[in-house]
């Protein structure tokens, strides 16, 4: 399929088919988008605002369907950590998490929920052509519990067969990665190091008694980096949190010029903040500002492109501009009009991951609020019941669907529903756009297009929606 976009007065052309061409038009306020085929438009989306029916509902059968196909299970393997950093999701600005206790996970438990997760991946339901299935290992600092690593590696070693193949990840602080670096490396552990920059950067991850850990980690990177090159290029990535203390810039320019690496970079979690706190969370969760040498700049946006936040937002107005964004099958063979969407851009449950906490709950991800919880392990079982997560999906569904009808965004929203307020009773979206917000969007798109047309087939070639 060929990509071309050309712009032409006020029209941006995009070629995304062999047969039909997409045009958006911008006549002063307003955007205009339609297909043309055979040189006449077909489809106009003004506003892109047509009926788009959010009615969707999802069934015990699909929740069984992802079980079945599961590419990722995380454990939360203990609730302690040997740092104290000042914006963990554990600390003292949220609320929305069980109460910490230096716990250590069941290790009985935690194979109880594999051996549940294998006979799914055994049975027919397993349709997925690949046999790859990873196992990520999170804290607190999951280092401080490396007999539970050790035993799960070994277990599931020893039960994996032609329908599953283990691999293991890890994120952590990295304060004893040097330690167990033989092990991690001998199992090529895909490991991710929280670091924020530089020393002043990094300055909101210090050890309990206050003590920087900035060094520590800068000196056991550089330690990897020299001695084990290959596995630092290819199975070590450095997460860096965006704050008051640091801005992309500086954190791109030393994690970039320090160790060859293009960071993946994490905004503070809004969702579970205390009232009590908001004031001094809203100061922390504002990047520095800071005029920054324009070389940097222009060396970043050349490499970061199509990691940067504008960018980000590009990736959704293609695709959906584009008619190569589907839900589901239905989306993809019915006329549009005629299919009911799922409202917010929530995953089905298990369809990334699952997550098992300290405390045996299961969990979506390990990003979403602990009173979510779909399941848990017990003693001698798992209790994960189908009809009952499809359930409380489509009620949250049902109470978010009526915010998303009015929602200029809904065709193409980012949202997360276990990051909406009140989420199952009566949720509050502050993403929520009206027409002049969804035409700002619009036009931010367009302007990015027109000024730098190659991403457009670039967003089509290198990026994958899941
Ligand atoms: S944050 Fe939401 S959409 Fe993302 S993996 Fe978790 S449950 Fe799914
Ligand atoms: S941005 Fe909010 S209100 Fe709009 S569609 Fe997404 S979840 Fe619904």
Do not use: W
Request: aromatic share 12%; hydrophobic share 35%; with cysteine.
């Amino acid at each position: 399929m060929n990509y071309n976009l050309i712009q032409n007065n006020n029209d941006i052309s995009i070629q995304v088919e062999k047969e039909y061409d997409l045009i958006i038009r911008k006549n002063n306020a307003d955007i205009t988008i339609c297909k043309r085929k055979n040189n006449s438009c077909y489809c106009d989306i003004n506003n892109a605002n047509y009926s788009y029916s959010l009615n969707g509902q999802i069934s015990a059968v699909d929740v069984n369907h992802s079980l079945a196909n599961i590419r990722h299970i995380g454990f939360e393997i203990t609730d302690s950590c040997n740092l104290d950093c000042v914006y963990c999701i554990y600390g003292k600005f949220y609320h929305n998490h069980d109460v910490r206790s230096n716990k250590k996970i069941d290790p009985k438990k935690a194979k109880l929920l594999i051996d549940y997760l294998v006979d799914k991946l055994d049975s027919s339901a397993n349709i997925s052509p690949k046999n790859e299935v990873f196992i990520s290992f999170y804290g607190g600092e999951p280092l401080l519990n490396m007999k539970f690593i050790k035993d799960i590696v070994d277990y599931t070693q020893k039960i994996q067969n032609s329908h599953v193949l283990f691999k293991y990840m890890i994120t952590t602080n990295a304060i004893y990665l040097k330690k167990h670096l033989d092990f991690i490396i001998k199992y090529s552990f895909i490991v991710t190091v929280s670091l924020d920059g530089s020393e002043k950067n990094d300055a909101y991850r210090n050890f309990q008694n206050g003590n920087p850990s900035f060094k520590i980690v800068y000196d056991t990177l550089k330690y990897i980096q020299k001695y084990h090159y290959d596995y630092f290029d290819s199975c070590l990535q450095i997460n860096s949190v965006i704050h008051n203390l640091n801005n992309q810039q500086e954190i791109f320019s030393f994690i970039y010029h320090e160790f060859g690496k293009i960071p993946n970079f994490s905004m503070l979690n809004y969702t579970g903040v205390r009232s009590s706190m908001i004031n001094d969370f809203n100061i922390m969760a504002h990047p520095k500002l800071e005029k920054m040498d324009n070389n940097i700049n222009e060396e970043m946006n050349k490499i970061l492109d199509l990691e940067s936040n504008d960018i980000k937002k590009l990736q959704s107005f293609v695709f959906h501009y584009s008619g190569n964004v589907y839900e589901n099958y239905n989306d993809l063979l019915i006329n549009k009009g005629g299919v009911e969407h799922l409202p917010t851009s929530t995953c089905l449950p298990f369809s990334r991951r699952i997550f098992m906490t300290v405390n045996n709950k299961i969990l979506p991800c390990e990003r979403i609020g602990h009173e979510f919880a779909l399941g848990e392990i017990e003693n001698s079982r798992v209790n994960i019941d189908l009809e009952n997560i499809a359930f409380k999906y489509n009620n949250y569904y049902n109470s978010i669907k009526s915010l998303c009808a009015n929602c200029f965004y809904k065709m193409h929203c980012l949202m997360c529903m276990f990051d909406i307020s009140n989420i199952g009773e009566n949720p509050i979206c502050e993403r929520m756009a009206d027409k002049q917000k969804f035409k700002e969007y619009l036009n931010d798109s367009m302007r990015i297009l027109a000024k730098r047309s190659e991403l457009y087939k670039r967003i089509m070639n290198e990026i994958i929606l899941v």
